[in-house]
């Protein structure tokens, strides 16, 4: 596995425990919010992606390799060094990680990587999206994202997807492993 995947798994994991009721009171309540909902088998969740929930029997270590690799909708390879990253880290990977980060500016504005040759340019032309805290701008298409894990999965994995991801989700049935 990667150090961006192990890393971003590691995130994760952090912020779904921090989001967790704790305490009794808040225990019973979040029990109350979702009556009769049984919690995943310890087999179903080694059998789901942890990026876009895809669930499959066939999910082993070498078929999400392949999975992470060739169809998951989530993620992507870097354009500059092909390292396969989450599409909402694709901005900062390119431009605080990768190793061709030299061959990028991040915009003030819209906070993207930008050819550095090409940052005057784009910056004066004041056409980019200004970034904010209220919103996330997919890197592929543009739009506007709630900026949280269920806005990003929700544009990258519900039908039709992002229009401009070549693993846009189609549901696909394992075709990654043949």
């Known amino acids: 596995e990667n150090a961006v995947l192990a890393a971003a798994r590691k995130a994760r994991e952090l912020n779904e425990a921090a989001s967790e009721p704790s305490g009794t009171a808040a225990a019973a309540a979040a029990k109350k919010a979702s009556p009769k909902k049984s919690a995943p088998t310890e087999e179903e969740v080694a059998k789901t992606c942890q990026f876009c929930n895809k669930h499959d029997a066939r999910f082993n270590e070498t078929t999400f390799h392949q999975h992470y690799l060739r169809t998951c909708p989530v993620l992507c390879p870097c354009p500059l060094c092909g390292q396969v990253t989450e599409i ?44 904010s805290s209220s919103y996330a701008v997919c890197p592929l298409c543009h739009e506007k994202l709630p900026p949280t894990e269920k806005g990003w999965r929700l544009h990258l994995t519900k039908d039709p997807g992002c229009v401009n991801n070549a693993r846009r989700f189609d549901g696909g049935d394992g075709e990654e492993f043949a």
Do not use: G, N, W, Y
Not at 94 to 119: F, G, T, Y
């Open 88 to 131: 909402s880290f694709l901005q900062q990977h390119i431009v605080h990680e990768c190793e061709h980060k030299a061959m990028v500016r991040e915009c003030p504005r819209c906070k993207e990587a930008v050819r550095a040759e090409d940052l005057d340019e784009h910056v004066k032309a004041k056409t980019c999206i200004a970034a």
